[in-house]
């Protein structure tokens, strides 16, 4: 199903781009955020609402989309800026609640469609389940939260990487070029589809997403709570406190990533895969962990990390496969925090057919 809207966003480039510049329109981040939303909510409710081409102007898709956005801009309101909220209820503490009240009421609608769907047809010996009924086998209450939850946090967050990996790729005609070869042996026909087999064999295609978030990390770092007392760095820090471990900071330091500004997907190849052979140092020896952590870590790191994986390799390895990606902007700050670092220029790319 996620390879079905991974297509899907191929014909929409065709569809909004202009047909003598080629280039897509100022507002082509909707069109990424559609379809981030449409592929996270296959997954989540085991839906597919066809926002990008088939029923763009589904009520029910639309509704569910926009609040997801207003909720995205709500959680920065209330978690990051100054706000009242816990004293008293702000209209943006009371827009929150109304928005969230919707997503619950939606969400709980495609669970309950899911279970007539389960009633109705058992699954057979052999046969997989949707992640969605999966976990409604579990437990009704957890599908319905863990289904918010993904759409919540799994829209915007791949929207910015997928921004910010095209960005990167036709800021870097070479990489690009050296990319679509990669793609062009392991997929030779234009009708040629990815499986789990062919991806096994795309590391400059991972190589390229990796160098993407670090080069711009899309969350801000990780928070925890301290679970015992400890010393860091001399300072004491009693249990219980509240520390932000601002990695991204360090993913532009030179003394751990040689050539930090620019983008070098070869640094996080084994010398076996890098197709330039090229044995100059670019990550530091024994780089702490740490340091490289855009899905954040142990038992509370990012559910989606598997999910966001597999859709970024196809929908990167599907627009190259097709499009010649260029962007002929300024693209000095690309990005903005709200939250999450999100796109803040028109993402207007020129994508030329590629004949093969
Ligand atoms: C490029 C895209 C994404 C990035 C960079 C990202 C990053 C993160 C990070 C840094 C965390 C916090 C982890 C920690 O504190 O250790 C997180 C949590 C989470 N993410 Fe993602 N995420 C992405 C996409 C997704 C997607 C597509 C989904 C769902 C399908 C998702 C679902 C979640 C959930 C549910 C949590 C909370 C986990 C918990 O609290 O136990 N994320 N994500």
Redesign the pocket.
């Known amino acids: 199903m996620i390879l079905c809207v991974n297509l899907e966003i191929i014909q929409r480039i065709r569809d909004v781009r202009d047909p003598l510049t080629l280039e897509v329109p100022d507002n082509f981040l909707t069109d990424i955020n559609r379809f ?1 939303f449409e ?2 909510a296959v ?2 409710l085991d839906h597919e609402f066809g926002l990008i081409r088939k029923n763009p102007d589904s009520m029910e898709a639309r509704q569910l989309f926009d609040n997801l956005t207003a909720f995205i801009k709500c959680l920065y309101d209330l978690g990051i800026k100054p706000s009242l909220y816990k004293y008293i209820r702000t209209p943006t503490y009371r827009r929150f609640e109304k928005i969230s009240d919707t997503i619950f009421d939606l969400t709980n609608r495609y669970a309950n469609e899911a279970i007539a769907r389960m009633q109705q047809n058992p699954c057979k010996e052999g046969e997989e389940r949707s992640v969605l009924e999966k976990l409604i086998k579990i437990d009704r209450k957890i599908a319905i939260i ?1 289904a918010m ?7 915007d ?2 929207s ?2 997928l921004s910010a990996v095209l960005l990167c790729i036709a800021k870097n005609p070479e990489k690009q070029h050296k990319l679509r070869e990669e793609l062009l042996k392991v997929l030779p026909h234009r009708d040629d589809h990815f499986t789990i087999e062919n991806m096994k064999h795309l590391p400059y295609l991972r190589a390229c997403i990796k160098e993407s ?1 670090r080069t711009y ?3 801000f770092g ?3 709570e301290t679970g015992a007392d400890l010393a860091l760095s001399g300072y004491r820090v009693p249990k219980g406190t509240r520390v932000f471990i601002n990695s991204n900071l360090l993913l532009s330091e030179e003394k751990f990533f040689p050539r930090s500004r620019e983008f070098l997907p070869e640094r996080w190849l084994r010398q076996q895969d890098d197709m330039t052979g090229g044995d100059e140092k670019l990550i530091a020896d024994n780089l702490s962990k740490f340091i490289f ?13 598997r ?2 994986e597999l ?2 390799e196809m929908s990167l390895g599907n627009v190259v496969r097709h499009f010649e990606i260029e962007f002929n902007y300024h693209s000095e700050k690309p990005f903005a925090n709200h939250l999450l670092n999100t796109p803040q220029i028109p993402l207007k790319f020129k994508f030329t057919d590629v004949n093969y």
């Not at 939850?149 to 829209?155: I, K, R």
């Not at 952590?293 to 990390?305: A, D, E, I, T, Y």
């Open positions: 981030n592929s996270v997954v989540a863990m939850d993904m759409l919540m946090a799994g829209v967050t791949t910015s990487a978030l990390p899309i969350s990780n928070m925890r952590l855009p899905f954040g870590f142990g038992p509370r790191s990012c559910v989606g990390k999910i966001v859709e970024l």
